[in-house]
């Protein structure tokens, strides 16, 4: 009998239970009418892990999937979608972390779509795939190092080959703010580590050396040239440089295409290597078009910059690897690398702490060794808002109220006035402890804020916090307004959606995105100006649903929503039009599925309504619209001398939002009244087990 090939997906998921120790697979088959990465992930937590499950109990999973373009040769398919429960914000409901590097072509690359870790090992371990042969190793030896340390222990232990994916001393210890890091500072954060670390499973190791079947590979190489040729811009698909080029008919200030003559990798290996002008068509410049280094931290990191990194598949290489001797002093690392919040955090602490540091270079090293103690300890900063929280809560003398003498004396925080960033070192790895007070920093806002007996900061515009459930705001309100807010409360964590962003902040004029928005979303008013925004309409829903299923689509795939969607383009012969038919061009390519687009959008808001319907089901209602879906108050009051729909602020008005927030329930075809899936509903999306069993709990509306 003649087996049939499996184009784009693997085939296969591997299980490990740790428990048990037993090791299994599955077929991927039941799984695709979620496509992969995300909506597979979501599915296994739906079908598995029941509502009101602890996140560190060993019945919650955690879940690395990939999906059908992954490892296939489409560009920008390197990312993974890691699912499993919040042990940060309300309900510990079901959440999505993302990260790139290499851990998911390596998954893939070795013959599975997902990789499921159940239970709990009595002891340290980790798990130690190559292809077909998967072992549960001891990793007590590594247990407690950093992740730098552990990453060159298993590789050379293991293979060079291999991406170790690991946790650090943060997730080790079950602080909630914690990542799973791969490919040394490739982050998935969330919480992940801790849900890890309650496994006592310290890595994920994995070499792939088979290959990904596709069904027409002269299509995908045709597709990309085209792609990479007309289509892509810089980071965040950002389609015109930051400074005037002689090639260029527009440029904006805030673009990431910020290559330009005169600006160098200045501490390249050989010697310094000019960015240039790279132009749009020029296949081997497309990497110099992101310089991220002096984007996120000034024209003091240029001699400071050895290239830019990225993930597998990835030309625009948006990842900041730089070198310093400086942070080598302080943390014994010279070497770092990440890419935008970690990169800036010295100025989001400073706007509280005040330390009247002015010397650039001393700024710089700051946050290089702010950002290289993070990632070694495995300690996520929740979009800023770790810092954020720390910076209020140390000027207000919250912290030495709260923390014990002893705890408070150990660190010297004169250092903060004197120019000493090795206070960070020593700070941060009190926190990653978990068990100082200063640690419940780490637990979330939600925690501190309840246990210290500060909630009034949830209304204080510096807050950073968008849901009162414990999130940051990402991309919301402050960026593409009632788009961008309405985003940012459908999931449970911070939404990591940029899909709007992308194209808002791409550079072009206002005029002709106002012409692009009505051509996609039916009206120029889809389109405000930056920082001058109008009431809520129509348009405006229909951007919004495509803002969430684009990404959704890009995290089930799996692609980077960093620079796809391809809704604009950098070419003028193209009249600066992208092409958003090019997720379902390369589907067919890879899977030999001729899709539209418009049926990959059906199944990425079947996707998002399978997470919905997890939600109330971990919450026990459906009226997730006045249980859920709330905005803290500072969004509402900020700027109180100020209206709504005022240019230069971006203050939202509450009887807007609630519209906002049913005409985009109205897209996904939710009830428009309490935001839930109904009957109808599931119908639609071909859901008759979720429908089935929301029935019997009286979950429907």
């Known amino acids: 009998m003649t087996e049939t090939v499996s184009y784009g997906w693997a085939g296969k998921i591997l299980r490990v239970d740790l428990t048990t120790r037993s090791i299994t697979t599955e077929p991927t088959e039941p799984y695709k009418h ?6 597979l992930a979501n599915k ?6 029941p509502a009101g499950t602890d996140p560190f109990a060993p019945e919650n999973k955690i879940i690395f999937a990939v999906g059908p373009l992954t490892a296939s040769g489409v560009p920008l398919a390197g990312r993974t979608t890691i699912g499993t429960l919040s042990p940060i914000t309300e309900g510990h409901l079901v959440i999505d972390a993302h990260c790139g590097g290499m851990i998911g072509a390596r998954i893939k690359l070795a013959g599975y779509d997902a990789v499921v870790i159940e239970g709990k090992s009595e002891t340290p371990c980790y798990i130690n795939v190559v292809d077909d042969a998967v072992e549960i190793k001891d990793a007590s030896d590594v247990w407690g190092m950093g992740v730098r340390a552990t990453t060159e222990a298993l590789t050379r232990r293991e293979s060079t080959r291999a991406c170790v994916a690991t946790i650090g001393p943060a997730g080790e210890n079950l602080l909630p703010y914690s990542t799973i890091m791969n490919s040394r500072n490739h982050s998935a954060g969330a919480g992940c580590g801790a849900v890890m670390g309650s496994k006592n499973c310290k890595a994920l190791v994995v070499e792939g050396n088979g290959s990904v079947q596709v069904a027409d590979p002269q299509a995908v190489a045709e597709l990309s040239d085209y792609m990479l040729k007309e289509l892509i811009g810089s980071n965040n698909n950002h389609v015109v440089p930051s400074t005037q080029q002689e090639w260029a008919e527009y440029y904006d200030e805030s673009s990431r295409w910020t290559a330009r003559k005169g600006l160098f990798w200045g501490a390249a290996e050989g010697g310094p290597v000019e960015t240039g002008e790279p132009k749009p068509g020029e296949l081997n410049t497309i990497g110099y078009r992101c310089m991220k280094a002096t984007k996120d931290l000034g024209a003091e990191a240029e001699p400071y910059t050895v290239k830019m990194g990225g993930c597998h598949g990835c030309p625009i290489h948006c990842h900041a690897d730089m070198i310093s001797k400086g942070a080598a002093d302080i943390t014994g690392m010279g070497t770092v690398g990440n890419t935008c919040t970690a990169m800036s955090i010295y100025r989001r602490f400073d706007s509280f702490l005040k330390t009247g540091l002015k010397d650039k270079e001393s700024i710089l090293v700051w946050n290089l060794v702010l950002g290289s103690t993070m990632d070694d300890l495995g300690l996520w900063e929740g979009y800023g808002q ?6 209020w809560t140390y000027s207000q003398g919250i912290l030495e109220e709260v923390m014990s003498p002893e705890d408070w004396a150990s660190i010297d925080w004169t250092k903060f006035y004197n120019d000493d ?11 990653a402890s978990n068990k100082s007070e200063l640690s419940y920093l780490g637990h979330g806002t939600l925690v501190w804020t309840k246990r210290w007996g500060h909630e009034e900061w949830f209304k204080n515009e510096k807050c950073h916090n968008i849901s009162p459930r414990g999130w940051a705001v990402h991309h919301g309100n402050d960026d593409s307004y009632q788009v961008g807010a309405v985003t940012n409360m459908l999931f449970n964590r911070d939404p990591m959606v940029h899909s709007a962003t992308n194209f808002l902040r791409n550079g072009l004029p206002l005029e002709l ?4 928005g009505a051509e996609l979303w039916g009206s120029p008013d889809a389109v405000d100006g930056p920082d001058n925004f109008t009431p809520m309409n ?5 951007f919004c649903w495509w803002n969430v299923v684009t990404d959704v689509l890009h995290d089930s795939l799996t692609l980077c929503n960093w620079v796809w969607p391809m809704a604009a383009s950098p070419t003028k012969a193209r009249n600066y039009r992208g092409d958003l038919d090019m997720e379902a061009k390369f589907f067919k390519a890879v899977t030999g599925e001729d899709v539209t687009i418009d049926e990959l959008y059906h199944r990425a808001a079947r996707i998002m309504t399978l997470q919905r319907a997890n939600t109330l089901r971990g919450m026990g209602t459906n009226d997730l619209r006045h249980e859920h879906d ?10 109180p001398d100020i209206e709504p729909f005022t240019e230069g602020t971006t203050k939202m008005e509450r009887e807007d939002f609630q519209k906002a927030l049913g005409m985009v329930y109205r897209e996904f075809k939710w009830d428009e009244e309490k935001g839930c899936p109904t009957a109808e509903t599931l119908d639609f999306y071909d859901m008759p087990d979720v429908k089935e069993e929301l029935q019997a709990l009286g979950l429907l509306a």
């Not at 296994?44 to 892990?49: A, F, G, R, S, T």
């Not at 770790?386 to 910076?391: K, T």
């Not at 129509?538 to 229909?542: C, F, L, N």
């Open 34 to 39: 979620y496509i992969g990465g995300m909506g």
């Open 44 to 49: 296994i937590m739906y079908d598995e892990v």
């Open 386 to 391: 770790l810092w954020i929280d720390f910076g």
């Open 421 to 431: 960033p090795s206070v960070a070192v020593d700070f941060l790895k009190l926190i």
């Open 513 to 516: 995105q106002k012409e692009i």
């Open 538 to 542: 129509e348009y405006k829903a229909r």
């Open 630 to 639: 709330v905005l803290c108050d500072w969004v509402y009051d900020v700027d």
